[in-house]
């Protein structure tokens, strides 16, 4: 019974002598809780395109452009995007086993 009473003993002592501290449950006092950064106003933000830093009211402008902006899938020729599609299928029946036509 004494012998692990003086092994936690000695464990202690050297975590003490190394400055090792053991983990606590709470986090630092420094660091802003959540709640708080949850509630924070972003006034900066960066453009989804290239990264650079834009104010809000930019922001929200390139955001509004991006969607009225008419999209990529529009200029693809149906004939094309019905033959990708077919291949997407391919490949899955193949995953699982299924034979398909050649």
Known sequence: MKKPIFSLWI???SFQLLGVMPARG???PE???EE?????IITEARSP????????AEYAQLQNSLQTRPSATSQVNPKLRELVFLL????L?????I???K
């Open 49 to 56: 395109i290239d990264g650079k830093r834009l104010t809000a």
């Open 88 to 91: 997407r299928v391919r490949r």
């Open 99 to 101: 034979p398909t036509p």
């Open 11 to 13: 464990l202690q002592f």
């Open 36 to 40: 708080v950064l949850r509630t924070e």
């Open 26 to 28: 709470l986090p630092p």
């Open 31 to 33: 660091d802003i809780p």
């Open 93 to 97: 029946l193949r995953t699982f086993g």
